[in-house]
């Protein structure tokens, strides 16, 4: 079995480790959905767990996924709210693996890494990744069409933004293929280097090509991520029926791909809600907030709920319903209250439904 330390000075470990350090704790969610996306990936398991630190609770994920003879298991754990730690390791004790079976190893975590920066909204995560390799050769396997990523993700963390800009711009000429992963790339960290920078016209038009390239790739996920993120630059202009209509599209997707499993479709509705309510459409905005809470009825993540009461409370403040939305307020904190206590008591972090 695959560990992660030796288990006493005297004995040797043979293997790769691969960590990163995040600034904030992903989405379990999304991180399991990546996982499943990767080619040949299989048989993939995973719990959370919730322990009290000093002066908060901290998460941690850990998964479990098989593609042929090969079993990995990485981990992400929450140190504080700023700091999050990501690990992959294929190592042994005593036992030095075949260079295959290092290769293989390497080239999947790879792919997992890659899925979950695409997937789970963290540009320039495979920049942060360090790797250790312990008793074992392991050679470079960048493709040189990551090299202007890696530099733009570089500079993008430095925020010299124009610099990360000029290589994005010049990656995006030399890849004339539309359906290469690393187009993609540019494009989403184009858009958040426009929105850092404040740049909304720029950002507007990489969301939209962004849009148009996830469409090409099929990758429903990070299609929604990329709807998500263009009506968001949308309703920052104050384009609001723009917005709408990307929301709408952003439901709709959600409704066709993950139907009534999960928390997608809700949610997808809950963004639009808001947009009705930002232009004073009460009636429809109110409809969609019940409508996601209908649907939301039995789901394991309860956080969910809270959020569609509070948001629907907003609505209510603003149309002089005040008794009624402090009821919602109040509705809302019991839930997660009782959310929070039931993660405590069973030490396991459940509201994770998948799509």
């Known amino acids: 079995m695959a560990l992660l330390f030796a288990l006493a000075a005297c004995e040797q470990t043979y293997g790769v480790v691969r ?7 992903p989405s379990p969610e999304c991180v399991v959905q990546a996982v499943r996306q990767v080619q040949g990936v299989e048989s993939v398991d995973e719990f959370h767990r919730t322990s009290q630190g000093e002066h908060a609770e901290k998460r941690s994920q850990n998964i479990s996924y098989r593609r042929g003879s090969l079993e990995l298991q990485p981990g992400v754990f929450e ?11 294929y190592a042994f004790v005593n036992r030095r693996p075949a260079r295959s079976d290092v290769d293989a190893a390497r080239a999947l975590m790879m792919a997992v890494e890659q899925k979950v920066e695409e997937s789970c909204g963290i540009p320039g995560f495979r920049q942060l990744v360090r790797e250790t390799c312990q008793g074992v050769e392991c050679e470079s396997q960048q493709l040189p069409a990551e090299a202007t990523l890696d530099r733009a993700r570089s500079a993008y963390s430095r925020r010299d933004y124009d610099e990360a800009l000029a290589l994005l711009q010049s990656q ?7 359906q290469a992963s690393e187009r993609g790339e540019a494009l989403e960290l184009a858009l958040r280097v426009c929105e850092r920078s404040e740049r909304p016209d720029e950002a507007l038009a990489y969301a939209s090509e962004w849009v148009e390239w996830t469409k090409r790739s099929g990758e429903n996920l990070t299609l929604a991520r990329a709807l998500s993120a263009k009506a968001e630059t949308l309703e920052a202009l104050g384009r609001l029926d723009e917005a709408r209509q990307v ?12 139907g009534t499993s999960g928390s997608f479709v809700a949610l997808a509705r809950l963004a639009l809600a808001d947009v009705l309510r930002a232009q004073s459409a009460y009636p429809d905005a109110e409809a969609q907030y019940i409508e996601a809470l209908t649907e939301l009825e039995g789901k394991s993540n309860r956080f969910h709920t809270a959020w569609v009461l ?11 319903r005040h008794e009624e939305a402090q009821r919602l307020r109040a509705r809302a904190a019991v839930i997660e209250a009782e959310a929070d ?7 396991i972090w459940k509201d994770t439904p998948l799509p």
């Open 341 to 347: 206590a039931a993660s405590e008591a069973s030490g």
């Open 19 to 25: 960590r990163a350090t995040l600034t904030s704790y």
């Open 79 to 89: 140190e504080s709210p700023e700091r999050t730690r990501w690990i992959q390791s």
């Open 310 to 320: 509070e948001h629907y409370a907003v609505l209510l403040d603003q149309t002089g």
């Open 172 to 178: 995006l000429q030399e890849l004339q293929d539309p």
């Open 247 to 258: 929301r709408l599209e952003a439901l709709d997707l959600a409704k066709k791909t993950w």
